[in-house]
């Protein structure tokens, strides 16, 4: 029985994977979706075949994860970077003429 | 002629917001030189435009104002649209013909990153690498990226700054994640499963 039901998933999941657009296309659609609301068709076909297929589902999760950990960055990161003693002593004598 | 009289303490701007102004400029132009040069330009344009300042904001807010119109010229220079418009990505992670055509390359496909809240140690390295790979992008499209990632600026506000259409706009920004997630693959990924095995 439970042969069958596997056997049915992985066809239903082809048969998404060959009705869903092909990854490189979803892949740009989930990078878009990072900067503008997409269409309802868009985001239904984004979910089907992220379902069916694991690399885009990981690219997902992976765009989440680089763009969680770039909200991070900040000046703040950089507090061993410092305009050296000559640079300020050169950017003040030129503020006096 | 009478010299112009400089604003008190102007020479103390350098040593109180120097060091904030060149980090700021830093991060986002990724070249030393350049950072300086800007955060210069910021001290001489603020001297000229003192009288405008209307004390409405702190004297940092106002110093980072300048200096953020000041990256943003430059950003416009270096986002020529032809460019853009006419690059083809030379690194390809589908296959680009046959019954696979569109498919993930299998050399190519993304690894399960998962990290788990108390990997501290593995979050540090991720964030590392991420400022590695962030720091190799081609500075025409880690511009763009930039204003949108770290300052969070939306898409319209974007192109009208940069003068660029939105279709190029995400058209960059899709480049610059697959870059990132490419890099990260290989020096993060990568380099944990070779420690791994």
């Excluded at chain 1, 075949?49 to 763009?67: A, D, K, P």
């Excluded at chain 2, 210069?40 to 004297?59: E, V």
Aim: aromatic share 8%; net charge neutral.
């Amino acid at each position: 029985m439970q042969s069958i039901v596997t056997s049915v998933k992985k066809i239903v999941m082809k048969l998404i994977a060959m009705a869903t657009p092909s990854c490189d296309v979803i892949t740009h659609k989930i990078s878009e979706s990072f900067d503008r609301q997409l269409s309802l068709w868009d985001r239904v076909r984004i979910r089907l075949h992220v379902w069916s297929c694991v690399f885009c589902e990981r690219y997902r999760r992976q765009l989440i994860m680089i763009n969680d950990f770039l909200q991070k960055i900040s000046e703040e990161d950089l507090s061993d970077v410092h305009l050296s003693a000559e640079k300020k002593e050169r950017i003040k004598e030129s503020m006096k003429h | 002629m009478e010299s112009k009289k400089l604003p008190e303490n102007s020479a103390l701007w350098v040593d109180e917001h120097g060091d904030f102004l060149y980090r700021y400029a830093y991060l986002r132009v990724n070249s030393k030189n350049l950072a300086e040069d800007l955060v210069q330009d910021t001290f001489l344009s603020a001297l000229k435009s003192y009288d405008s300042f209307g004390q409405r904001s702190s004297i940092r807010t106002w110093l980072v104002s300048i200096l953020r119109n000041k990256i943003i010229d430059h950003y416009r220079k270096t986002v020529r649209r032809k460019d853009i418009e006419v690059e083809t990505d030379p690194d390809h992670d589908f296959y680009e013909e046959g019954p696979m055509a569109g498919r993930w390359r299998e050399d190519r496909t993304p690894g399960d990153w998962d990290l788990h809240p108390g990997e501290a140690l593995r979050q540090n390295e991720f964030m590392r690498i991420l400022r590695q790979c962030l720091e190799i992008l081609p500075e025409r499209i880690s511009s763009v990226f930039i204003l949108r990632e770290i300052d969070g600026q939306n898409s319209e506000e974007i192109c009208k700054e940069l003068d660029i259409s939105p279709s190029n706009l995400w058209v960059i920004l899709h480049r610059a994640r697959t870059q990132l997630r490419r890099c990260l693959e290989r020096d993060w990924f990568g380099k944990k499963q070779q420690k791994d095995l």
